[in-house]
T-cell receptor, first 116, second 116 residues
């Protein structure tokens, strides 16, 4: 059974710092890995999707990497801003459970606070 | 807001009530999902519909009953719930049978449910 772990559970840093969020998964047979952002009490916003054949994806100040063989992904946030404060979730899509639709397995998230 | 809407946004109900949650997607997708997000637990997949047919039911109690009348609408009917069912219920959609490695799920804002 796939398990996704995110470390740390919470992180607080001053504005302007670069930071790294970590995600690990136990079963490397994945189709892709997604990073989401969730603001308090709100739904999820997709940030980046890395296909299983890719090593990294970039969007603005965000860079996500994927090492499928070791079961790890990182989300790098450059020059952090108070507006980046949110919970960041990673999720993997399974190869073996596809029936014409996706099945995502989520980590518990990292709650990020950027202090002005 | 995304192309996935959910109503109501907040719901308080007693254990003997019957209520329904509604999800609508405007993205032309044909797969829809219900997720449950409880405090301090990862997002859990509840139901998956692909082309209006249910393909996944992750051992969800029968007090939760999904309905998917067409590929744009998804309902979750609730009856005789328990206080531990209080959670954020999220709906998502994706394009079934798109190349799975590039496929993304798009989430609605969620319904915050409180069972008294």
């Amino acid at each position: 059974k796939q398990e996704v772990t995110q470390i740390p559970a919470a992180l607080s840093v001053p504005e302007g710092e670069n930071l790294v969020l970590n995600c690990s998964f136990t079963d490397s047979a994945i189709y892709n890995l997604q990073w989401f952002r969730q603001d308090p009490g709100k739904g999820l916003t997709s940030l980046l999707l890395i296909q299983s054949s890719q090593r990294e994806q970039t969007s603005g100040r965000l860079n996500a990497s994927l090492d499928k063989s070791s079961g790890r992904s990182t989300l790098y946030i450059a020059a952090s801003q108070p507006g980046d404060s949110a919970t960041y979730l990673c999720a993997v899509t399974h190869r073996s459970e596809i029936q014409g639709a996706q099945k995502l397995v989520f980590g518990q998230g990292t709650r990020l606070t950027i202090n002005p | 807001e995304t192309g996935v809407t959910q109503t109501p946004r907040h719901l308080v109900m007693g254990m003997t009530n019957k209520k329904s949650l509604k999800c609508e997607q405007h993205l032309g997708h044909n797969a829809m999902y219900w997720y449950k997000q409880s405090a301090k637990k990862p997002l859990e997949l509840m139901f998956v519909y692909n082309f209006k047919e249910q393909t996944e039911n992750n051992s969800v109690p029968s007090r939760f009953s999904p309905e998917c009348p067409n590929s744009s609408h998804l309902f979750l009917h609730l009856h005789t719930l328990q206080p531990e069912d209080s959670a954020l219920y999220l709906c998502a959609s994706s394009q079934a049978f798109a190349p799975i490695i590039r496929n993304e799920q798009f989430f609605g804002p969620g319904t915050r449910l409180t069972v008294l």
